[in-house]
């Protein structure tokens, strides 16, 4: 059966400007009987080395460290000032002592013992849900859960054909209520029901505004409903009803999430070398003003695959415009160092690698084998090689001066996850003041929006015209 | 029950230099009668027009694509000269003649019926099998595929824990009967196995290459085994065995996917404007010369979505050499304009978006409503949404001035995905040659490789002495 490993630290508490050599992994790496410390919760760590300039290109000088540092305690007292006036956004740093996790409790509790949860949404009002539950799903109860964040038709009947809608329970979430591709796929889902003799009625949880027709449908059908919190655009509302309803279906410590959350919101403080999470802000920015137009997010952890894409909406949608931005780039290791280590090593210096790694984790040994060749595999664990993989990773990255951030998790658990979610939204908050962009808008998806609805003939929008003007240039066999 | 939807297309045999207006999609869309139309087999279309520095900024002007057309000729015939000496990698394009699906079933008899396969594998050995079966799983038997791409101690554990293993088969695939994850990860299913008193050597298939470790295990316990074809690196090997067992197991039409690689081959002329594949390979690559350093992957179908993997793995490896290369992101339509489009339209002008589009597909209605706001999408289906959404965010880029590019298949079945998968690879190739880059190798990878054996005490290694000297600058709380 599994047993533990966890990678040497050294740590002694906060340090600035501490270059060090770590032990060697080889030695690290080979306490197999170490069982998960009952670590004293300390959440996310950052470590930067890798994105100075002694080591890499584009690269950060410590100088130039100190010199955005200023800017740091600018935007720092300029995020606490919107957070004390509840302003539009910042408001969701808020999140973790507003949040009722109660009420979230009492909201689900209709549906607690489904088999499976549906949730339907789109963008923000999926991604943070499916990021908690993909994450913690070894500490769930089982319940298997299915996001409709796409119309593709296909894929949609597909989904909803392999269900027991009997014991199915659905989680719709839009705060305006008219979102096209969530509105629509609910209908599809309600329809469903109603063939299948269910009565939806009994086994929907609204999540949406406080007025639109997601509200009126609940209102109408006394359906159990949240409200989608005033000034949280919908990828700032993971720690909310929106990212929470369906944790608590699956029985996830909803509690511990907003709990880490709110231990990271008080590390937030006017310097980035004493808030891991500012450090990272900082770092990202500073790097693609120097040329790291890429930020590729790579966790060591399979359970971390969609939070990397919630990494990606976040960034995306909240620092793409005015004609700035990092690219977010999702990868996973180990697996993509097989794929994409070729382009981030030796390809053009533009790109920021940002690895996640938990500190302590589930372990299973390498059995032994009969073929020579392979028998030093059969020494270890495959968290070793997990952990070695990493290692050669971030150092093949740092031997050719291709800057990296190393994001260290304790372990992957509720509060840890919560904090690593709060920390990344105020890593990009400050961000955002940082580049001076409105980080809360999203005017382009708007946009695409406006247009897709006149095509569908759901009103005038000058958007559709656009669609009519299509240059081609076609070449075909 | 789904009804189908074709997308109202203007062809008119092979067209040059052709700038027309599209019919309003508001018709084309509400053509809910029609069905799936029985086309000739055209294969994979490319609209390069949103492309042109007429439209786009990044762009290319028409002189632009008539000098490097020049090129092209040049490169098509290396191409060809190394097609027809088999040369190392060259030989990937010469597969759909070569690679035998006779063989294939022949070697998949004996698992051909369990529920679940295993596939045992990492990178390109992996992804081509996923992005095949995910691609057709509608048009399958039924088989669960699960692909253990990952050493994750918790995820494995997980993964396994779900199976019945008298059902399962596994199919391990690593060309040198080496890679670190992948038999690290066989030792660890084979030992499931054993314990659960199943003969793995009744139920397991190798893909390999002459020699190794997995050839000397298949010859020991006489396994069904297949070649690794020679000269083919594994991002380039979905066409072989590596791509193909999986997709046999679960009784898909090989043979057709061989066919429409095969048609697809044949369309590689001299020219760019002759050849939908070197349009697209010729168009990234002057792209990217003129600045868009990125190039998104975005599929308007979810099954596509490991395709978008495996075209990430293969333009990341491929090309991402000498300080050069693409960077891909893989993005998927419509999910991802609640996300990446904010950035794609509005930040910086360093992007090639490209589409693949199905233009016939199954549909479903969406049910009327009781919500007047709501009404407009009850006179519709999720098709003609999508589509919609496709329309509106191709028209968004182009009215921002960001270059995109539409790739067009009939619809998603066995010979089309032949054809995509060859086109995608063939236009990696000419880009390789237009870059003037080793398209072949993938030096950056064995460095890692290297660097965690020499970590865990297989062999000396100078690159794992890289990690030790880790410069350190951490921030913590």
């Known amino acids: ?26 030695s690290a790496g080979h306490d197999k009987t170490a069982l998960v410390r009952a670590l004293a919760h300390t959440s996310m760590n950052v470590d930067i080395g890798n994105a100075l300039s002694s080591v890499a290109s584009p690269g950060i000088s410590r100088a130039g460290l100190e010199r955005i540092d200023e800017q740091v305690a600018v935007a720092h007292e300029r995020i606490e000032r919107g957070m004390a006036d509840g302003e539009h956004g910042y408001e969701a740093l808020n999140l973790p002592e507003k949040t009722d996790p109660d009420e979230i409790r009492t909201a689900v509790e209709p549906v607690a013992d489904c088999e499976t949860l549906v949730t339907v949404g789109i963008g923000g009002s999926a991604l943070g849900a499916a990021t908690i539950v993909d994450a913690l799903e070894a500490q769930g109860d089982g319940t298997e859960t299915v996001f409709l964040d796409n119309v593709d038709p296909a894929w949609v009947s597909r989904r909803l054909e392999g269900l027991t809608l009997s014991e199915t329970a659905i989680n719709v979430v839009s705060r305006s209520g008219m979102t096209a591709e969530t509105l629509a796929n609910f209908l ?120 990397a894409e919630w990494f990606a909406q976040l960034w995306a949608e909240s620092l793409g ?103 990344m939204e105020a890593a990009c908050v400050l961000a955002g003041e940082l580049y001076g962009v409105n980080t809360f808008e999203q005017p382009a998806v708007e946009w695409a929006k406006n247009a897709t609805r006149g095509l569908l003939g759901g009103g005038e929008f000058e958007e559709a015209d656009a669609v009519e003007a299509k240059t081609e240039l076609r070449i075909e066999r």
Chains 1, 2 share one sequence.
């Open 321 to 423: 415009k005015d004609d700035l931005g990092q690219t977010p780039v999702r990868a996973l290791g180990v697996t993509d160092q097989h794929s994409q280590l070729q382009l981030y090593r030796a390809g053009p210096s533009d790109k920021l690698v940002t690895f996640v790694t938990p500190q302590a984790h589930e372990d299973r040994p390498i059995p032994d084998t009969d073929v020579d060749s392979l028998a030093y595999l059969g020494d270890g664990t495959l968290g070793e090689l997990l952990e070695a993989e990493f290692s050669a990773t971030e150092a093949s990255l740092a031997a050719a001066g291709q800057p990296n951030v190393r994001i260290e998790l304790e372990r992957i658990d509720a509060a840890e996850l919560g904090g690593l979610l709060y920390g």
């Open 188 to 307: 599809v889902v309600r329809e469903a029901f109603d063939s299948a003799g269910v009565d939806w009625t009994e086994r929907t949880i609204v999540t949406t505004g406080e007025s639109g027709p997601l509200r009126e449908l609940a209102d109408r059908h006394d359906l159990p409903s949240l409200a989608v919190p005033d000034g949280v655009p919908g990828r700032y509302a993971a720690l909310s009803a929106v990212g929470l309803v369906a944790a608590a279906v699956c029985d996830l410590d909803i509690e511990a999430i907003l709990e880490g959350a709110a231990a990271e919101r008080k590390s937030l403080t006017g310097s980035l070398f004493e808030c891991p999470a500012y450090a990272y802000g900082a770092t990202a920015y500073a790097l693609d003003g120097r040329g790291a137009a890429v930020n590729a997010m790579m966790p060591y952890a399979e359970s971390l695959e969609t939070f």
């Open 1 to 26: 059966m599994p047993v533990a490993s966890s990678r040497k630290r050294n740590r002694e508490g906060t340090s600035i400007f501490r270059a060090a050599t770590t032990a060697s992994r080889r």
